[in-house]
């Protein structure tokens, strides 16, 4: 540690942080994205008032609520839950790292069900969890349950994400039942895209029942957050008051926080806009499935999984004569030539249809 050019500061981390790469969304400047499953509609335009007008109140010189006590009190009143079953978080993600913080490191175990978020993944190996992957059909993306059962029967925490990002795969009610039972850890069901699902999808009313059971949300999907950064957990007592004493005290700051309790409020109105999402989220599926070639699944989500020849090549080419951006799958083998397409406006759903057809017609263009 002498000399300026000996000197390697890598040799100074943390292992399992020098072996991570940086989350890159892969984002450019781009007309219409549809790369990142927001919501491309935007709020209401009443709502966008009300939000406005909750920041330009907040408070800034003085530090947020650490816990959110209005938004948990007013998302805990929603759930019909107690307050304090609830945690908020900078969004989801901030969740995510927590729990790991909270349950993962050597010895422990997280089981998961690729392809889905990778997320879950990243944070065990910076915490030196252990994953064990229990594969999707390579059809059908549908979870092997008994496979699941007996691979959670050593684990510390189960996530299953429903509707499964990157695929709209649903996990049912009764399959989480059945593992909560079966597993002697925590069962996460991260529902991140759980208001674009068909009704009955949800794993919250098994919260009572099931003592080891948690269902992460976030604001940041349908709820039209995603700038924002607010996500919430709903589950034990005592394991949201761990999450609670490993967080970051302020993480949620009071624009987000007033942000959130006014769209949490106006959660009604956004019902419309979710379900023209739903709406397109089918006539986008029938249209790209009926092109030569194209393999679309069924989701229960606002994207779709799509497995094109040459998704890679089909992504720039969208991105550079469209100015479209889709998320690239093709790199993972259970993903391979697929691309994950959010839905968007009908206006934007058009465009990429046009684009798609175009393309196919003219087979060689990329
Ligand atoms: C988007 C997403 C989240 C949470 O995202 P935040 O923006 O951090 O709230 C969680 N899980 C999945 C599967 C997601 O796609």
Redesign the pocket.
């Known amino acids: 540690m002498t000399g300026a050019t000996t000197y390697d500061l890598r040799t100074l981390l943390r292992p399992s942080a020098a072996a991570l790469e940086p989350y890159d969304p892969a984002f450019s400047p781009a007309r219409i994205n549809l790369s990142a ?1 927001e919501n491309t509609f935007g709020l209401p335009e009443g709502v966008r008032t009300r939000v406005a007008e909750a920041l330009a109140g907040a408070v800034t010189n003085r530090y947020p609520k650490p816990l959110s006590d209005e938004l948990r009190a007013e998302i805990a009143a929603w759930h019909g839950v107690a307050p304090e079953r609830v945690i908020v978080g900078n ?4 969740l ?1 790292f927590n729990l790991f913080l909270a349950l993962g490191g050597r010895g422990r175990r997280l089981v998961t069900c690729p392809p ?2 990778t ?1 879950y993944k990243l944070y065990a190996e910076l915490v030196e969890t252990e994953v064990v992957e229990v594969p999707r059909d390579a059809e059908t993306f549908e979870v092997d349950v008994d496979a699941l059962v007996a691979a959670a029967s050593e684990a510390t925490l189960t996530i299953v ?1 429903s509707p ?2 990157p695929t709209g795969t649903l996990f049912s009610p009764a399959d989480v039942r059945r593992l909560c039972a079966a597993t002697p850890g925590v069962v996460l069901v ?1 529902e ?2 759980i208001e674009f699902a068909r009704e009955g999808a949800s794993a919250e009313p098994l919260l009572d029942e099931c003592p080891n059971l948690a269902v ?1 949300r ?4 349908a709820l039209c957050l ?1 700038g924002a ?3 919430y957990l709903i589950g034990p007592e005592v394991l949201v008051g761990a999450l609670a004493a490993v967080r970051q005290p302020y993480s949620v700051n009071v624009f987000s926080q007033a942000a959130a309790l006014e769209v949490c409020r106006a959660r009604d109105e956004l019902a419309a806009t979710i379900e023209e999402i739903r709406a397109e989220r089918e006539r986008l599926a029938a249209a790209l499935a009926g092109l030569p070639g194209v393999r679309v699944w069924p989701s229960d989500a606002n994207f779709l999984l799509v497995r094109v020849p040459g998704a890679h090549g089909v992504r720039e080419w969208l991105r550079d004569e469209f100015s479209i951006l889709v998320r690239d799958l093709s790199g993972a083998p259970d993903t391979h030539d697929c691309l994950r397409i959010s839905v968007g406006t009908r206006e934007e759903n058009d465009i990429v249809i046009e684009a798609m057809s175009i393309l196919i017609r003219e087979g060689d263009a990329r």
């Open positions: 499953n969004g989801g993600d901030e995510l889905t978020f997320v994400c499964n990002n991260d991140a895209y992460l976030t604001f940041s999907k995603a950064r607010v996500g």
